[in-house]
């Protein structure tokens, strides 16, 4: 049974730092997108950042170009956001989203926030 696993969350001051980790297992295809896609209260959905872990492609919404960097590691189905630059604005659960590459490209995951598989989430605090 595919599973994934969050971490890195917590609460941090603006203009301060998290580096969201997410690991996907029992995975048997080699080729796939993830990503991150937040919820927070009264606001819609967004896909932050999303990757293909084999070639590399990114996307990222424009309310965090120059602040997010996601990276991948396809061997080990694991995806990176370093988020520096930290905004109240950025408060929310951040859900890591994984989908077989062939049917789901970083772009298409990050703007109609679909995928296969869900994480159970990880929250983050941006606040003074």
């Known amino acids: 049974q595919p599973q994934i696993a969050e971490s890195g969350g917590g609460l941090v001051q603006p203009g301060g730092s998290l580096r969201l980790s997410c690991a996907a297992s029992g995975l048997t295809l080699d080729g796939f997108t993830m990503g991150w896609i937040r919820q927070a209260p009264g606001k819609d959905n967004e896909g932050v950042s999303c990757?293909?872990?084999?070639?590399?492609?990114?996307y990222y919404s424009d309310s965090v170009k120059g602040r997010f960097t996601i990276s991948g590691d396809n061997d080990k189905n694991t995806v990176y956001l370093q988020m520096n630059n930290l905004k109240p604005e950025d408060t929310a659960i951040y859900y890591c989203?994984?989908?077989?590459?062939?049917?789901?490209?970083?772009?298409?995951?990050?703007?109609?926030?679909?995928?296969?598989?869900w994480g159970q989430g990880t929250q983050v605090t941006v606040s003074s």
């Open positions: 989203a994984v989908s077989p590459l062939v049917v789901m490209t970083p772009q298409d995951m990050c703007n109609r926030l679909r995928a296969n598989l």
């Open positions: 990757i293909s872990t084999s070639d590399g492609r990114t």
